[in-house]
């Protein structure tokens, strides 16, 4: 065991950690020191079984060997290289591999450093995209209540959760929501897709109504809502929104940021619901989580109807410092080599059956009024505890950790979500350790 695991901060107040409740971690810290393909080390040295695959990005498992090997043969043969006006060689190759993997019509890729920079990058795409095509009116931006876009403020003004959205002021101007498709009454317990629903896609027939299809630029949706505690789309709700987009000339958004790379077992969600959006944000599992990066895909449409004008001038005034930065491109590069060697990518599908199954065990343990599931992703919703809501599911977060698995909760519900390479004995055991602990939270 190397000392690190032995050593504790004994200042944490520096630093503020990200959606964190920091006065309570800083009193008790969980603390990761290592991680080796399914699990983690925390600092007391034991093995933490991963369950959420670090934040929904490791899918093919912690410290891959073609992967580590990558950023390090990178890092010391070209370490960055400038993003404007300037390339290099592998971030060519990796847009390719991309496009290679992705959803037929999905011909290029523009590179960002996050989920949040994916999306409002996708936004400003879309607004863009009209007005190139003379149809400049066409600004208005269509999310959907429950909605998680990351956290810039293009994302937080489409994204529906309240407490990302209040603090910060009026947002952009010229959005509006759907409904959201959660309707536990109807649906609960549903194995994939629910039964009901689908028709609450009308609503954006509602809202082109209100609003006139010339002003509306563009609808983003995540085909799986994860954040906001994995809202599965109904049979045929996503394949009706296509539907209305295409028939008023709106762009369709899918923001794949947690189901692209495998998590469904197909590819992409468009793979899995048969529906093709005109522009795709991923991140995440792009590099497996290991360096930040993002990838927007968009149709040969959208793309060429920025590539008119002078030549020498730059046709989409957008890009960051780190787009496509060699050692992510490396990382990513790495990462698809591991995604095809295994499978990965479709290995989900393999196991979804073994994975339902197991999550839908945990029907009639203490506190759970739902199970819900889709490929390698899972849900219990427990009750909450009157009068302090999400206290009861945060328990059961902490106790997971300190019987050795990583969960995540998000208000009163446990989302799963592992690593594409998880056993079915590591299913069990997951599954184990949440039994557990609903067992012994108040
Ligand atoms: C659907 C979706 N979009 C965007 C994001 C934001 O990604 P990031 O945290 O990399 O900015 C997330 C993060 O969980 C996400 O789930």
Known sequence: MS????????????????FTSNRQFKQSP??????????????????????????WCVNAGHCRPKIT???????????????????????FELANRLVDVAPEGMDHVFFTNSGSESVDTALKMAIAYHR????????????????YHGVNFGGISVGGIVNNRKMFGTLLGGVDHMPHTHLPEKNAWTRGEPEHGWELANELERIVTLHDASTIAAVIVEPVAGSTGVLIPPKGYLKRLREICTKHGI???????????????????????DVVPDIMTTAKGVTNGVIPMGAVFVTKAIHDAFMTGPEHMIEFFHGYTYSGNPIACAAAL?????????????????????????????????????????G??????????????????????????????????????????????ITKGQIDELVDHVREVLRMVD
Do not use: C
């Not at 479709?346 to 203490?366: C, I, N, V």
């Open 3 to 18: 000392n690190r695991l032995k050593v504790t901060p004994n200042d944490l107040s520096a630093f503020w950690m990200p």
């Open 30 to 55: 969980r603390m990761l020191v290592g991680a080796s393909d399914m699990h983690y080390t925390s600092s007391d040295g034991r093995k933490i079984l991963d369950g959420t695959a670090g934040l």
């Open 69 to 91: 090997e990558a950023i390090q043969t990178q890092a010391a043969e070209l370490d960055y290289a400038p993003a404007f006006q300037m390339g290099h060689p592998i971030v």
């Open 132 to 147: 190139a095509r003379g149809e400049g009116a066409r600004t208005r931006l269509i999310g959907r209540e429950r909605g």
């Open 251 to 273: 762009l369709l958004i899918f923001d794949e940021v947690i189901t692209g790379f495998g998590r469904l077992g197909t590819p992409f969600a468009a793979d899995y619901f």
């Open 334 to 374: 790495g990462t698809l080599d591991t995604y095809r060697e295994e499978g990965l990518l479709t290995r989900g599908a393999e196991l979804a059956p073994y994975w339902e199954d197991a999550l839908h065990s945990l029907k009639g343990e203490p506190h759970v009024i739902d199970v819900r599931n889709i």
């Open 376 to 421: 390698l992703i899972g849900a219990i919703e427990l009750q909450p505890i009157a009068g302090s809501p999400t206290k009861r599911a945060f328990s059961a977060f902490v106790k997971a950790f300190e019987r050795g698995a990583l969960i995540r909760t998000t208000g009163d519900i446990i989302a799963l979500s592992p690593p594409l390479i």
